[in-house]
């Protein structure tokens, strides 16, 4: 495997941001999920410490991808798609794109507009984005609910479509976005 | 002569308990709307900031007169305000500051001394019941704002909230609340009769 992208398959810097992003996806989902079950207390603001940390990584990996995406050859949707699976598969891609980084950007409103800075690990203290607003604080809480939303409905429509490409159109989709597979 | 005069003259003074009126200190209270009392804090590992409202403060002071100077600060715990309802009710419950048991902290200085950039008021601060000695360090400059006297007093200290149990159970953990709080504090002070 190159670390560019060929037009056969994705290069292994594409591969392994794909992959860290699903990682750190499922976590933040796990986070947040916990994080707002929790009565206020230490455990709760540990929780949505790291999702917030967690998040602003996510939104620095997409910058990455983005730009990788820009300078490198994207390997062509298979030639078989009518022209509505095209376009619905590149309306989910582009999808997933956006929501990498409206979700942590939403997210990272909110926190401003609470009054609660965000800070990367503890390391590096972010700057507010907006001033802070109770009206604002509940319309970016209410855009980042509804986005996860977005995000588990065109995660699952992305999981369908690649199991259908491996599983019954038998083509190489999915392999050529997975590190450890020999060439068919 | 007048060197001998000089000398002798605190030595009357002394023995006649006759202090000059410019040794005598002034009777300062706070003016509360030119005043801030503030404390930063780490929250999840960015700077979170807080003040309070309400603390009334007296001071009597003089920097000819530091031995019968004194500062006295009461703080109604119920007046913090972090911008936050939630965090500030949580803040003010029984394993934070337990505003309920414990509705006041109060400082007041045992001694104040000249140091190179200002002066140290050392003394006791309780909060949530625990005293420990602390410094609150100033400076202290008065001013003619249109024929009406007034002082300023600028300083920061830091203390420990875990010294004075501000943080029971979890809240012990410092990993996602400092322990190091920051207290700045920017007083006017207005000169009264006693």
Known sequence: MTLRNTPARWGAVSQFLH????VLIIAQVILANIAEDLPIGMKKLAMYARHKSIGITILG??????LWRLANPTPPLPTTLKSHERVLANLTHAGLYILLFAQPLTGWMMSSARGFPVSWFGFLQLPDLVPKNDALYNAMKE???TLALALYAIVFLHVAAALKHHFMLKDDVLRRMLPFTRKP | MKAVAARIAPVVMFVTGA????TAVTHYTLDPAKSTLEYQFVQAGAQNKGKFTRYPVTLDFS???LATSKLDVVV?????????RERDDTLKSADLFAVSKFPQAHFTSMQITRTANGYDAVGKLTLRGVTHDIHVPFTFRTADEQGKPAGYLLGRTTIKRLDYGVGQGD????????NDVSVSYSLRLIPAAR
């Open chain 2, 76 to 84: 109604d715990m119920s007046s913090l305000d972090t911008g936050d």
């Open chain 1, 19 to 22: 992959w860290l992003i699903v």
């Open chain 2, 171 to 178: 809240w012990k953990s410092t990993d996602e609340v400092g």
């Open chain 2, 63 to 65: 920097p000819d007169n």
């Open chain 1, 143 to 145: 855009t980042h609910d």
């Open chain 2, 19 to 22: 202090h000059a009126a410019d």
């Open chain 1, 61 to 66: 990996l997409a910058v990455l991808r983005l």
